[in-house]
T-cell receptor
């Protein structure tokens, strides 16, 4: 079964609004990463948060991690049309294999 | 610098044929990963190479799938006797070391007819 589960599966908002996506996982992790994918092809790494971190910022992105709840959130502030994409969280198992386990993703649409 | 590159970008093949997909990782990256993404789905891990260690093949779906990494750089994913369910986008990623962020190539879209 999938390690990461994103919520919601799809999100549609107006340009300028904030977008929040959530991710839950099942086992202990080393770190959690968020990726963006446009047009079903290559993924772009957005941000990595380690298991001992609680919050991380990068530009308009804010990621939180709650290891007690095994959940993470990605906040995109002041959304732009170019933010339209699918967003995936990915985790690697603590002391396990280094492979990333991805969720099904959240499809974000920013309406002009 | 150059990112991860993959070739071909698209491949259409007949059922039963063998295919080879190539990945050129970022220079200096010791870890290399292959993933598969079926239509509208998340990514499925296939195989992971780290330096000279034995690869982690735990994600390969069948013995028709194999991969090698020559000289610690270029990797080839081979699918023998392709089936229609093999149709997907195959993505390669590399990272400086394990536990670092992974950088993905543009993928190879494989269509088995």
């Amino acid at each position: 079964s999938q390690q990461g589960e994103e919520d919601p599966q799809a999100l549609s908002i107006q340009e300028g609004e904030n977008a929040t996506m959530n991710c839950s996982y099942k086992t202990s992790i080393n770190n959690l990463q968020w990726y963006r994918q446009n047009s079903g092809r290559g993924l772009v790494h957005l941000i990595l948060i380690r298991s001992n971190e609680r919050e991380k910022h990068s530009g308009r992105l804010r990621v939180t991690l709650d290891t007690s709840k095994k959940s993470s959130s990605l906040l995109i502030t002041a959304s732009r049309a170019a933010d339209t994409a699918s967003y995936f969280c990915a985790t690697d198992a603590f002391q396990g294999a280094q492979k990333l386990v991805f969720g099904q993703g959240t499809r974000l649409t920013i309406n002009p | 610098g150059a990112g991860v590159s993959q070739s071909p970008s698209n491949k259409v093949t007949e059922k039963g044929k063998d295919v080879e997909l190539r990945c050129d990782p970022i220079s200096g990256h010791t870890a290399l990963y292959w993933y598969r993404q079926s239509l509208g789905q998340g990514l499925e891990f296939l195989i992971y190479f780290q330096g000279n260690s034995a690869p982690d093949k735990s994600g390969l779906p069948s013995d028709r799938f194999s991969a090698e990494r020559t000289g610690g750089s270029v990797s080839t994913l081979t699918i023998q006797r392709t089936q229609q369910e093999d149709s997907a986008v195959y993505l390669c990623a590399s990272s400086l070391e394990a536990e670092y962020e992974q950088y993905f190539g543009p993928g190879t879209r494989l269509t088995v007819t």
